[in-house]
T-cell receptor, first 114, second 110 residues
Framework: DAGITQSPRYKITETGRQVTLMCHQT?????MFWYRQDLGHGLRLIYY???????DKGEVPDGYVVSRSKTENFPLTLESATRSQTSVYFC?????????????FGPGTRLLVL | GEDVEQSLFLSVREGDSSVINCTYT??????LYWYKQEPGAGLQLLTY?????DMKQDQRLTVLLNKKDKHLSLRIADTQTGDSAIYFC??????????FGAGTRLAVHP
């Protein structure tokens, strides 16, 4: 009954390092999403995935890479972290991608880039 | 482009009603959502309203939708300290993409 989990919950890294944030869901939902939350901006979509091996860009994809080799996992990689990527990152999943399906959110990963 | 706007802060006394307002821009949105975020936690779906409805009531929560003005509101009756959180309004676009407002921080004081 885990639902959707994210790891790590907190991460401190340095500029230029590669960082991978993990997201895992146990519902076998088709769609998964990555958002970042910044003060004054609400949540903004980084990438989403409609199924395994199908991914697409959201509103703010620059500097991020995603993959989805298995339905239940959707890792987000910062290839060369920058200070502007300091944020709280949320993963979400939904059964389908249409407008009728609720998105369920993970607890978030707080990332600090020094 | 798409945009969702909300006031950033609301303070109410315990037992009073809270009203959080939101305006959105995409008239084709089929669903509009309210999410709640407690400190250190993810977003929890509170309620939603289908675009052909004017009002939806769910226990202490009442959602009002004015499609003409693209205005959405969330009323919480008998506000409790446990209601203190950030409330996000969101509209849904094609392929399930959610556009969020910046969030309204609700503070409930005795």
């Amino acid at each position: 009954d885990a639902g959707i989990t994210q790891s790590p919950r907190y991460k401190i890294t340095e500029t230029g390092r590669q960082v991978t944030l993990m997201c895992h869901q146990t519902w076998s939902h088709s769609y998964m999403f990555w958002y970042r939350q910044d003060l004054g901006h609400g949540l903004r979509l980084i990438y989403y995935s409609a199924a395994a091996d199908i991914t697409d860009k959201g509103e703010v994809p620059d500097g991020y890479v995603v993959s989805r080799s298995k339905t239940e996992n959707f890792p987000l990689t910062l290839e060369s972290a920058t200070r502007s990527q300091t944020s709280v990152y949320f993963c979400a999943s939904s059964e389908e991608g249409g407008t009728f399906f609720t998105q369920y959110f993970g607890p978030g990963t707080r990332l600090l880039v020094l | 482009g798409e945009d969702v706007e909300q006031s950033l802060f609301l303070s109410v006394r315990e037992g009073d009603s809270s009203v959080i307002n939101c305006t959105y821009t995409d008239s084709s949105s089929t669903y509009l959502y309210w999410y709640k975020q407690e400190p250190g936690a993810g977003l929890q779906l509170l309620t939603y309203i289908f675009s052909n409805m004017d009002m939806k009531q769910d226990q202490r929560l009442t959602v009002l939708l004015n499609k003409k003005d693209k205005h959405l509101s969330l009323r919480i009756a008998d506000t409790q300290t446990g209601d203190s959180a950030i409330y996000f309004c969101a509209e849904i676009l094609s392929l399930g993409k959610l556009i969020f407002g910046a969030g309204t921080r609700l503070a409930v004081h005795p």
